[in-house]
């Protein structure tokens, strides 16, 4: 199989790249981001440089999908291509990537011919965890986006049941809770940084006290879970939740520990609004993708581990023994 991952620079980018190019039924991987990988990340596949391809481009721009698809032919498309941390300041930026940029990466797909498809919806979709009460969420809940990025990404949704409905293309869309992973940034920049700070011997401190619940994912549980999507034919449901059980960042902090004894982690006093309990759902369940894939997201032991070996690469130090 030959697999296109736009956005293939990113955090769940790099690591679906990662991914798939371990896996031996993955001929050819190529990624297409307005940014090359990281120099380190480089390294990291060194063994695989045979079967990767790096196409610059813009997924706001289809000349430059359709351009990727034309120079290295795929049979398979992934879209981690999105802006999530400038959408309240960079509101056209927002709109160019994650509608347009969505649409883009779905018709390029119907005009070269590849119909398999798998894309980045996301948590956001659901609202607060309020709306659910103290229970799993679960996919075929009632939705209620409530800002621009949840709305583009309940968009993407729509347009992919119309695009396969209208052309017959198969899409799977994975929403996934907060990701976390070396270089991550999001709104919660936290989850990524604190690991990352550690990893090198820099002390990280936080205004809030870390009581804050969130459901996390890591990047390369995504990677890990593309790569089984993108194999496969087509999935039984349209989406799927990506998250584990929750978690605040004092856990984190404590993992990190584990690792890395004289970590300078500590914590403000700076309460969340509302207790913390009027959030992303910080219950979400992974049912579906656990009877469907048999796919269900690593301790958050394993995950930081990876996390914190990814920045000791990127800096040139020998890597932790878990």
């Known amino acids: 199989m030959r697999v296109l991952v736009i956005g293939g620079s990113g955090l769940f980018g790099r690591k679906?790249?990662?991914?798939?190019?371990?896996?031996?039924?993955?001929?050819?991987?190529?990624?297409?981001?307005?940014?090359?990988?990281?120099?380190?990340?480089?390294?990291?596949?060194?063994?695989?440089?045979?079967?990767?391809?790096?196409?610059?481009?813009?997924?706001s721009q289809l000349e430059d999908i359709l351009n990727a698809i034309?120079?290295?032919?795929?049979?398979?498309?992934?879209?981690?291509?999105?802006?999530?941390?400038?959408?309240?300041?960079?509101?056209?930026?927002?709109t160019l990537v994650n509608a347009l940029g969505m649409c883009n990466a779905f018709e390029a797909g119907r005009l070269m011919g590849v119909n398999r498809v798998v894309y980045a919806s996301s948590e956001t979709v659901y609202g607060p965890q309020d709306k659910y009460g103290d229970r799993e969420v679960v996919e075929d809940d009632q939705l209620y986006p409530s800002h621009s990025y949840a709305v583009c990404k309940r968009f993407a949704e729509i347009l992919a049941d119309q695009y396969s409905t209208l052309y017959g293309m198969k899409f799977t869309g994975v929403r996934p809770t907060i990701g976390y992973g070396h270089g991550g940034v999001s709104p919660a920049q936290y989850w990524s940084d604190m690991p990352s700070f550690a990893a090198v011997g820099k002390p990280y401190a936080m205004e809030m006290d870390g009581t804050s619940l969130s459901s996390l994912v890591c990047a390369d549980d995504l990677g890990d879970f593309t790569t089984r999507l993108i194999k496969a034919p087509s999935s039984p449901y349209p989406v799927y939740n990506v998250g584990g059980p929750p978690k605040n960042a004092r856990d984190l902090a404590e993992v990190v520990k584990k690792y890395i004894p004289d970590a300078q982690i500590t914590f403000g006093t700076r309460q969340p609004p509302g207790g913390g309990r009027g959030g992303l759902p910080w219950k979400v369940s992974m049912a579906r993708s656990i009877a469907d894939f048999g796919f269900s997201c690593m301790p958050i032991e394993k995950a930081v581990l990876i996390h914190i070996n990814d920045a000791r690469t990127e800096a040139g130090l020998k890597p932790i023994k878990g």
């Open 16 to 59: 679906t790249v990662l991914h798939l190019l371990q896996d031996k039924d993955v001929t050819s991987v190529t990624s297409m981001d307005v940014a090359p990988p990281k120099e380190w990340f480089m390294k990291e596949i060194d063994s695989y440089k045979d079967r990767f391809h790096f196409v610059r481009g813009d997924v």
């Open 70 to 94: 034309k120079l290295y032919p795929v049979d398979g498309l992934v879209n981690w291509a999105f802006v999530m941390r400038d959408l309240n300041t960079q509101p056209r930026l927002s």
